[in-house]
């Protein structure tokens, strides 16, 4: 009896958990499969190597689901997912489908509900005081910190110049840690003249420690991690992260409020200060609606969340801009050409009046972005059935996937040519995107990336001054599609760290 009951009660459990999904089921079948899919475990088998691996295995999907004109759909576990590289319904997508997947928890237990990886309902509130956080005229004045920030950067990459091959990751990720935490909570961490520093050194560990979460199942439920001996380690560095910036916090409201009591009559209807010399906590506090406003915890998430978001994201688009400089040497030519042009042989520091003069070097980091994509994925959960422009319908319960890689690799949009490096593509009378979510290294619709004005200032101020001094070589590609081993580490990596030899430049004019 207690044999048959043993057999039966799995058999009856699999038979309701089928008839209550039939839907789905129902549903997927009208669509294509990945090509890879096998029966029971759908995709899964393409997901259990190393990183590099797993990476190669997401742009697979996106190539199948390109051949076959757009979607296709595979099972990971019992989550059924949808690859697009559609814009048209990839623009549908992240118009309706608001809500974050559910393997952004494990980032959650460091950023809370900060604005990014949080709820719709929460996220809405937190985004309407955001987008004014990063308003241009905002924006701009940080320039000054991004070109000093650039400058000490430039100096510490002189002990590798000559050197042969080198890894720019330290460089340039404590650069955008430091310029990241200058402008948001205003403190200066010093990372770049200090790696071992305590903040640096957890998030790294952390973010580490979230991806092994992210693609090891047994690492996922709470109550099964907390029985790993790494589960000290990712406490410390949360417990680490939330002190540093609770206590940054705390003296900012005491602070401000010391402010507020000193100021004249004329200091309050002119408010002077506001846009000089103002960090993004100052804003939040203030747009918030000052002591009523975020409590101190809404603010720490909020903080992190802008700390975590424009690190490493700029950080790897610089990466790959200077391997892809190091591919193609006319390349570098003309961008270097372009800065002397603007600065000469002058070493001043940059101001924000120099930026829109880099053209060349603009539309450089942008190709750059088009095949090497920071975020090359974005997903999201599908709450309600929703009914794609191509006439798909995507079951409620599921997820999908906005290939980034796929859709800035798409011929039908970027011609025979798409996977080759030519920055000319941006030029104005060459530039014709035939939908806008065609080229969308920042995404697209209401979620989109609020600091994508902030990271393109980083990026051409701390590319430019470094360029003006260096040159990247050694790497010269032998065709005119670039070949770059990534890996998916939250964001698409280079396997070797960005290596590249740097050679100091002389003077023109020597
Ligand atoms: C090259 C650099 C960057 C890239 C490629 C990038 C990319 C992205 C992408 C793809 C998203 C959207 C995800 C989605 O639609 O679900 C996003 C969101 C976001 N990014 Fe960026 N980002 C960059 C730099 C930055 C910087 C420098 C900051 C801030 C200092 C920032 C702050 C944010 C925030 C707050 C969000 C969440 C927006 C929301 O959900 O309302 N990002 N980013």
Redesign the pocket.
Known sequence: MFVWLLLIVPVVWTMCFWYRRRHLYRLAAKIPVIETTLPVIGIAHNLVGDTESIMASLQEFSYSSMRQGGIATGWLGHILYFILVDPVDMEHV?KTCLE?DDLHRFIRKIIGYG??FAPVPI?RRR?KI?VPVFSPKIVENFVQVFSEQSQKMTKKMLECAGKGKTSMWPYISTYTLDS?CETTIGVKINAQDNPDSPFLHAMCRVLNLICQRIFHLWLQPDWLYSLFPQFKDHQKCIGLMHGFTDEVIKKKREELKKEKESKTEVDHEFDLGLYRNTTFLDLLIKLSGGEKGYTNEELREETL??TI??TD??AV?MGYTLQLLAKYPEIQEKVHQELYEVFGDSDRPLVKEDLMKLKYLERVIKES?RLF???PL?IRKVLEDTKLPSGHVLPAGSGVVCSIWGIHRDPKYWGPDAEQFDPDRFLPERFNLKHPCSYM???NGP??????Q??LM??KTSLSTMLRQFKVVEDREDGPVPRIRVKLDIMMKAVDGYQVALEKRKKVSA
């Open positions: 992240l974050k604005g990014i996220w985004r955001l990241v969340t802008l978001a424009g994201t700029s688009a972005m994509p920071p975020v974005i290294p920042f995404s979620r989109n990336c609020v600091g994508y902030y990271a980083s990026i």
